[in-house]
């Protein structure tokens, strides 16, 4: 397997622009993780999904960010409008279901930037 | 906020000494796991404590788990130049929490 596969690796946008990113867990993976890394306040879980049904969006700062997984193998965080202060690194993880004790595997990341 | 806690913050050491993080959490837990992340990279699992274990070893990994203190520690013996990194605990339920982290530097 691949991995999670985020996209794009890098986003740059202006102020007010729509952004979506992109997240493929790894197959048969059933629990689906976004997550917000920036310097000021670490790593933050935005949503988690369980068979695509969002179990936990507290962690969602506010109504501008909106994430959906229409099927098993695919999920998208959107931002609409962006402002400067959503610029951090996105993460999205996966694990498998029904069993608790294991490790959540994470993509790489999309770098985004508001200007 | 659910996110944990880790110190310190910042470590430093010269190459071949050993590195010790600490890590405070809030919630009971099934587990709990340690993380690496190079800078501007992912996060790499490294290795994982249930929570009805007390201590675990993975090569020049050793962590530590006291669910009484909701605490735990991660040592990594003889470091080495490519040991730097950010570490993170994590604890989880059902979701994943991060605490905040610990960056080591490690000297040549």
């Known amino acids: 397997d691949a991995g999670v596969i985020q996209s794009p690796r890098h986003e740059v946008t202006e102020m007010g622009q729509e952004v979506t990113l992109r997240c493929k867990p790894i197959?048969?993976?059933?629990?689906l993780f976004w997550y917000r890394q920036t310097m000021m306040r670490g790593l933050e879980l935005l949503i988690y999904f369980n068979n695509n049904v969002p179990i936990d969006d507290s962690g969602m700062p506010e109504d501008r960010f909106s994430a959906k997984m229409p099927n098993a193998s695919f999920s998208t965080l959107k931002i609409q409008p962006s402002e400067p202060r959503d610029s951090a690194v996105y993460f999205c993880?996966?694990?498998?279901?029904?069993?608790?004790?294991?490790?959540?595997?994470f993509g790489q990341g999309t770098r985004l930037t508001v200007v | 906020s659910q996110q944990g806690e880790e110190d310190p913050q910042a470590l430093s050491i010269q190459e071949g000494e050993n590195a010790t993080m600490n890590c405070s959490y809030k919630t009971s837990i099934n587990n709990l796991q340690w993380y690496r992340q190079n800078s501007g990279r992912g996060l790499v699992h490294l290795i994982l404590i249930r929570s009805n274990e007390r201590e675990k070893h993975s090569g020049r990994l050793r962590v530590t788990l006291d669910t009484s203190k909701k605490s735990s520690s991660l040592l990594i013996t003889a470091s080495r130049a490519a040991d730097t990194a950010s570490y993170f605990c994590?604890?989880?339920?059902?979701?994943?929490?991060f605490g905040t982290g610990t960056s080591l530097t490690v000297i040549p």
């Open positions: 993880a996966s694990r498998p279901t029904g069993q608790m004790n294991t490790e959540a595997f």
């Open positions: 197959s048969g993976h059933d629990y």
């Open positions: 994590v604890y989880a339920g059902n979701q994943f929490y």
